[in-house]
């Protein structure tokens, strides 16, 4: 799918979200381009502070009064971040609705799931109080939750970690989003209950139409749900793709020393190739590509001069001066 | 006893540590309603009947979600917990029954290292203050020899020597975890426990304190225990693996050889939901049904029969022991063949 942006459902352009704090200014997001299309699943992936969380939040400008967001966000011929708070409201939860890591805080401890399910479809919804309910428990039914009946008088504390994540969903699924925004949602979740929740999350987005971005730390999670992949590093998304391309031949240092640096079956005991260092600070300029000091493909153009986010490939791009070496090695190996 | 002095060798079948019939209960704190009600005290049975054996100079990974007492085994092993019943048994003696001087002595040879180094580093301590602190309380050099043995663990560690003068905070996570390392290695351990010592860090850098642990292992002899929810990462760095659910060791073999052919329908299970980084070996099958049990009411029987794919009725009512069942390994389940176990669709 090429990224003309009439066939996308979000399109993010040149997405800027700078915090102002004590110590100055911190640069959390600096010039990220996304798209997603109806339907389709994009993974936004990265290592902590890598501004993949706080991309996801500035979508529908859910970030704390000292974030200053610059850039569009273009949903349905508009701007999100141009739109009154009252319009803005209308979008939140109706059309893109958005599901956190911990459920625990998004749930409201002192009111019923049902309740809050029902809270959901009165405010997105036209339905009747018995439709009200018949939805509530067909959408605890859809997020496998067994005899939703009884389960609508819980409360969050008497759901375990997968339930009340699935709870969520549930909740965030009332009003049928078209795009549906999950911040590390199983990273909390022991692997086999991860396991269920991303099968769930990909279910519903094959039976209910409904895009996906899911943000995540795991490269695996992203392999075993994701269309398509936007790996982000220190602010930047520096490569974007198809994840069955990105995931075997990356064509940006940084994704192709991610994907070496993690344990793979079959080299037991061997050591792991690390990435030295540490991602740069983010409240100073950085010349050239943030990834350079760490990178094992450096050269001298790389510290002085940004890469452009160009298209390596169909329907693939990379910001990196490697581009071409990365694919001839490939080409070796 | 005597203390245990750090020697390399070769890893041998000898087991340096066994533990056996381990079980550790937690009560559960009581309302008034139920002490006026007369109900009883309510326990969460976070290990019941742990046993294993780990081998001189092996990394054994023990594995498992949480809930599953892996961490409360790591606790007991260096007596943090002091466990309700069982044995553990370290180069021959009684380790539950050391007292005075031969409890401290085992102390020194089996080291813990934590997930949160934060939480286990003093903040009010410079980093050389907190290692030269370890090596004088345990007189492991005194005097002057103090300052040049810091040096020596930082080097071990790769650490730059200036970092003896830092504070905790002043580190990353990954150079924290190295502190951490270092804090255990100061007293010359023969075992190290390490609970989760990688989870907190970025995938890039946990690379990094993992081959701290191949490295360290590799030079110093070490025995590892190494205990993580992270399948990837166990199958990577362990030789053999202990899987556990719910209080119990489910499964025990060597790695490779229970990760190609896992015998308990749980190890299955859990193999099967670990994220593959290949996108193309996708399922869109869920690897198991139904949310792990709660510890305060394990079921009875084998614990895992209702989640189980191929559950029988003997496993709603009896407890597989842990044996090889005709097997190359032990494994807990009744259901167990002699070599392959019935294929089964989750």
């Given at each position: 799918?090429?990224?003309?942006?009439?066939?996308?459902?979000?399109?993010?352009?040149?997405?800027?979200?700078?915090?102002?704090?004590?110590?100055?200014?911190?640069?959390?997001?600096?010039?990220?381009?996304?798209?997603?299309?109806?339907?389709?699943?994009?993974?936004?992936?990265?290592?902590?502070?890598?501004?993949?969380?706080?991309?996801?939040?500035?979508?529908?400008?859910?970030?704390?009064?000292?974030?200053?967001?610059?850039?569009?966000?273009?949903?349905?011929?508009?701007?999100?971040?141009?739109?009154?708070?009252?319009?803005?409201?209308?979008?939140?939860?109706?059309?893109?609705?958005?599901?956190?890591?911990?459920?625990?805080?998004?749930?409201?401890?002192?009111?019923?799931?049902?309740?809050?399910?029902?809270?959901?479809?009165?405010?997105?919804?036209?339905?009747?109080?018995?439709?009200?309910?018949?939805?509530?428990?067909?959408?605890?039914?859809?997020?496998?939750?067994?005899?939703?009946?009884?389960?609508?008088?819980?409360?969050?504390?008497?759901?375990?970690?997968?339930?009340?994540?699935?709870?969520?969903?549930?909740?965030?699924?009332?009003?049928?989003?078209?795009?549906?925004?999950?911040?590390?949602?199983?990273?909390?979740?022991?692997?086999?209950?991860?396991?269920?929740?991303?099968?769930?999350?990909?279910?519903?987005?094959?039976?209910?139409?409904?895009?996906?971005?899911?943000?995540?730390?795991?490269?695996?999670?992203?392999?075993?749900?994701?269309?398509?992949?936007?790996?982000?590093?220190?602010?930047?998304?520096?490569?974007?793709?198809?994840?069955?391309?990105?995931?075997?031949?990356?064509?940006?240092?940084?994704?192709?020393?991610?994907?070496?640096?993690?344990?793979?079956?079959?080299?037991?005991?061997?050591?792991?190739?690390?990435?030295?260092?540490?991602?740069?600070?983010?409240?100073?300029?950085?010349?050239?590509?943030?990834?350079?000091?760490?990178?094992?493909?450096?050269?001298?153009?790389?510290?002085?001069?940004?890469?452009?986010?160009?298209?390596?490939?169909?329907?693939?791009?990379?910001?990196?001066?490697?581009?071409?070496?990365?694919?001839?090695?490939?080409?070796?190996? | 006893?005597?203390?245990?002095?750090?020697?390399?060798?070769?890893?041998?079948?000898?087991?340096?540590?066994?533990?056996?019939?381990?079980?550790?209960?937690?009560?559960?704190?009581?309302?008034?309603?139920?002490?006026?009600?007369?109900?009883?005290?309510?326990?969460?049975?976070?290990?019941?009947?742990?046993?294993?054996?780990?081998?001189?100079?092996?990394?054994?990974?023990?594995?498992?979600?949480?809930?599953?007492?892996?961490?409360?085994?790591?606790?007991?092993?260096?007596?943090?917990?002091?466990?309700?019943?069982?044995?553990?048994?370290?180069?021959?003696?009684?380790?539950?029954?050391?007292?005075?001087?031969?409890?401290?002595?085992?102390?020194?040879?089996?080291?813990?290292?934590?997930?949160?180094?934060?939480?286990?580093?003093?903040?009010?301590?410079?980093?050389?203050?907190?290692?030269?602190?370890?090596?004088?309380?345990?007189?492991?050099?005194?005097?002057?020899?103090?300052?040049?043995?810091?040096?020596?663990?930082?080097?071990?560690?790769?650490?730059?020597?200036?970092?003896?003068?830092?504070?905790?905070?002043?580190?990353?996570?990954?150079?924290?975890?190295?502190?951490?390392?270092?804090?255990?290695?100061?007293?010359?351990?023969?075992?190290?426990?390490?609970?989760?010592?990688?989870?907190?860090?970025?995938?890039?850098?946990?690379?990094?304190?993992?081959?701290?642990?191949?490295?360290?292992?590799?030079?110093?002899?070490?025995?590892?225990?190494?205990?993580?929810?992270?399948?990837?990462?166990?199958?990577?760095?362990?030789?053999?693996?202990?899987?556990?659910?719910?209080?119990?060791?489910?499964?025990?073999?060597?790695?490779?050889?229970?990760?190609?052919?896992?015998?308990?329908?749980?190890?299955?299970?859990?193999?099967?939901?670990?994220?593959?980084?290949?996108?193309?070996?996708?399922?869109?099958?869920?690897?198991?049904?139904?949310?792990?049990?709660?510890?305060?009411?394990?079921?009875?029987?084998?614990?895992?029969?209702?989640?189980?794919?191929?559950?029988?009725?003997?496993?709603?009512?009896?407890?597989?022991?842990?044996?090889?069942?005709?097997?190359?390994?032990?494994?807990?389940?009744?259901?167990a063949g002699p070599a392959d176990a019935p294929e089964f669709i989750a």
């Open positions: 799918m090429m990224a003309a942006p009439s066939s996308a459902l979000l399109d993010v352009r040149d997405l800027h979200v700078r915090f102002a704090t004590a110590r100055g200014e911190v640069r959390a997001v600096d010039g990220v381009n996304l798209s997603v299309a109806p339907g389709e699943t994009l993974g936004l992936v990265g290592e902590s502070g890598s501004g993949k969380s706080v991309t996801l939040r500035a979508i529908l400008r859910l970030l704390r009064a000292n974030a200053a967001i610059t850039g569009e966000v273009r949903w349905q011929g508009e701007n999100l971040l141009a739109l009154p708070e009252k319009r803005l409201r209308d979008i939140r939860g109706k059309d893109i609705a958005v599901i956190f890591q911990e459920p625990m805080s998004a749930l409201n401890p002192v009111i019923s799931i049902g309740r809050q399910i029902d809270e959901s479809l009165v405010a997105h919804t036209a339905l009747d109080a018995a439709g009200r309910r018949r939805r509530a428990i067909e959408l605890l039914d859809l997020v496998g939750i067994a005899s939703p009946e009884q389960r609508l008088a819980g409360f969050p504390h008497e759901f375990s970690g997968g339930m009340r994540q699935r709870a969520m969903i549930a909740i965030a699924l009332a009003a049928e989003p078209k795009l549906l925004l999950a911040d590390e949602p199983t990273t909390a979740l022991d692997v086999t209950i991860q396991d269920q929740i991303l099968k769930l999350l990909l279910r519903l987005n094959r039976e209910l139409g409904m895009g996906l971005i899911l943000v995540t730390h795991d490269l695996g999670v992203v392999a075993e749900t994701c269309d398509r992949v936007s790996v982000m590093y220190a602010g930047r998304v520096v490569e974007s793709g198809p994840v069955d391309r990105v995931f075997t031949a990356p064509r940006h240092a940084y994704t192709d020393a991610l994907l070496r640096s993690m344990p793979h079956g079959g080299a037991a005991r061997a050591p792991l190739r690390p990435i030295p260092g540490q991602p740069p600070r983010l409240d100073r300029a950085i010349a050239g590509c943030p990834f350079a000091p760490r990178c094992a493909l450096v050269e001298d153009r790389c510290t002085v001069e940004a890469p452009p986010f160009a298209v390596v490939a169909p329907d693939q791009r990379a910001a990196c001066w490697a581009s071409d070496r990365l694919a001839a090695r490939e080409g070796v190996a | 006893m005597s203390g245990t002095i750090l020697k390399s060798g070769p890893v041998a079948d000898a087991p340096i540590m066994t533990v056996d019939g381990l079980v550790k209960t937690f009560p559960l704190g009581r309302s008034l309603a139920d002490v006026l009600g007369g109900r009883p005290v309510r326990a969460v049975q976070a290990l019941s009947g742990v046993s294993l054996t780990v081998r001189k100079g092996e990394t054994l990974g023990v594995v498992g979600e949480s809930g599953c007492g892996k961490s409360t085994l790591a606790r007991c092993l260096v007596r943090l917990h002091e466990p309700d019943a069982g044995a553990v048994r370290f180069e021959g003696a009684d380790v539950l029954g050391l007292q005075g001087y031969a409890r401290r002595a085992y102390n020194r040879s089996v080291q813990m290292v934590f997930q949160d180094p934060y939480g286990s580093l003093n903040p009010r301590l410079s980093v050389g203050d907190a290692l030269a602190e370890a090596l004088t309380v345990h007189r492991i050099v005194e005097g002057g020899a103090v300052r040049e043995r810091v040096g020596e663990l930082l080097d071990l560690v790769h650490l730059p020597r200036d970092a003896a003068d830092r504070y905790p905070h002043e580190f990353s996570g990954g150079q924290r975890q190295r502190v951490g390392i270092a804090r255990a290695l100061a007293v010359e351990p023969s075992v190290i426990i390490a609970d989760e010592p990688v989870s907190a860090l970025d995938v890039s850098v946990q690379a990094q304190v993992v081959n701290l642990f191949l490295e360290l292992q590799e030079r110093l002899g070490l025995t590892l225990i190494f205990i993580t929810h992270d399948l990837r990462l166990v199958r990577h760095i362990s030789h053999r693996i202990a899987v556990m659910y719910l209080g119990k060791v489910v499964e025990t073999g060597d790695t490779e050889a229970v990760f190609t052919a896992p015998r308990h329908p749980y190890t299955r299970a859990l193999i099967a939901a670990v994220p593959q980084v290949d996108p193309h070996q996708r399922s869109a099958r869920e690897a198991v049904r139904g949310e792990l049990p709660s510890p305060i009411a394990p079921p009875p029987g084998c614990p895992f029969h209702p989640r189980c794919p191929i559950a029988e009725p003997q496993c709603r009512t009896v407890v597989p022991a842990l044996v090889p069942r005709g097997g190359p390994w032990p494994v807990a389940c009744h259901l």
